[in-house]
């Protein structure tokens, strides 16, 4: 998808090491994928070892399909970044603006989700002069901060004195998923070196997909909370789906 290519891209603009870009790669492509080519269907699935690729409609427990190792998957990517074919030019070119927004995202949440105890306590106080709940002024406001150098070296400041209290006393925050040292390390890599990749392509070429009997199959497998659902659920959906004898 375009989120996750413009994602990817930005990964490797950052020049981080190979293994953290392998990582990386492999907690954003989950699940199947179907496409139809001109000589059949063409399924993958992602697993811990890689991506298993076959001809079919199904791939997930076929032994005999192709493995591409994530690290093979991260390096192709690399190489199609450098010949342009990767991302369109404007995924690329807009890249930079998308880490601002998201980061301004993760920021207002993270204001959002501190406690009472926090908020009395007087953390994020930078963050919280901004903060006027209204969602679309306050990203923009917080947007605006991290653009400017001395303004997000001040939130990071602040972001390190609350992470390192919050591992202390997880009261500060009323959830957990925007951890503070989550988004610390998210605001610090605003200010990694970048490496620019440009590209001619305007669009991606279109490639009808399809949904594999494995994104099918997969929901129904976790099954129910009974014990042995997910068991049973299966084994219902691929008697279903087996050819039968004749």
Known sequence: ???????????????KPFSELTAFVKQTYHDGYGLKTESGNLSSWAAEDGLHITMGTSVRYDRTAQILSWEDATARIGELLEQGRFATNVELTEAPGYELEQAANSLWYLC????AEAREQGWLPTLR???T?????????????LEDRESRQIIISEL???ASAWEQDRSLMRYRY???DRVLREVKELSLPRR?????MREIP???AFITEDEIAAPLSRGGSYEGGAGRIYSFWMQEHTPKEK
């Open 206 to 208: 279109s490639v009808p």
């Open 112 to 115: 959002g989700d501190m406690s």
């Open 129 to 131: 002069d901004n903060y």
């Open 196 to 200: 620019e990749y440009a590209s001619d």
């Open 160 to 162: 390190e004195a609350f």
């Open 178 to 180: 925007y951890r503070p």
């Open 1 to 15: 998808t375009e989120d996750a290519r413009t994602k990817i891209a930005l990964e490797f603009m950052k020049q």
């Open 133 to 145: 709940g209204a969602y679309l002024d306050t990203r923009e406001s917080l947007q605006k901060l």
